[in-house]
C-alpha cells in the first residue's frame, strides 16, 4: 500500500498550489479520501474530504472556498487545489484513505510540506 503526496512547495501569500496524491496497492474506489495538515507545534487537522464516489465533499471552515478536493478513480489519484493561500496554511500536508466499511483499514501518505510565505 502506498500513498505519495507531490504538489508541495514554497508560494506567496494569495497564490496557488495543487496537490496530489497517487494511491496503490489497495481499491482506491472503496475509500474515501481525506487530506489532512499539521503545522509546528500543532495537532493534525481535517481540511478536506471527499467521499469513494466523489458524490460528497465537506471542508474545514478555514479552508472553505478557497480549497478545492477532487478525485479520479480511473487515476487512483486524489487531488487538493489550494486558491489564495494564506501563511496560516503552512504546513506539512497528509493523504489519508479510509475503507468504507469493516474492516476499517486507514493508510496514511508521508506528507508533502506547503509553505506560504513573501
Known amino acids: 500500500v502506498q500513498l505519495v503526496e507531490s504538489g508541495g512547495g514554497l508560494v506567496q501569500p494569495g497564490g496557488s498550489l495543487r496537490l496530489s496524491c497517487a494511491a496503490s496497492?489497495?481499491?482506491?474506489?472503496?475509500?474515501?479520501m481525506s487530506w489532512y495538515r499539521q503545522a509546528p507545534g500543532k495537532e493534525r487537522e481535517l481540511v478536506a474530504r471527499?467521499?469513494?464516489?466523489?458524490?460528497?465533499?465537506n471542508y474545514a471552515d478555514s479552508v472553505k472556498g478557497r480549497f478545492t478536493i477532487s478525485r479520479d478513480n480511473a487515476k487512483n489519484t486524489v487531488y487538493l487545489q489550494m486558491n489564495s493561500l494564506k501563511s496560516e496554511d503552512t504546513a506539512v500536508y497528509y493523504c489519508?484513505?479510509?475503507?468504507?466499511?469493516?474492516?476499517?483499514?486507514?493508510?496514511w501518505g508521508q506528507g508533502t510540506q506547503v509553505t506560504v510565505s513573501s
Open positions: 471527499i467521499t469513494s464516489t466523489g458524490y460528497s465533499t
Open positions: 496497492g489497495f481499491t482506491f474506489s472503496s475509500y474515501h
Open positions: 489519508n484513505a479510509q475503507k468504507t466499511g469493516p474492516p476499517l483499514w486507514i493508510y
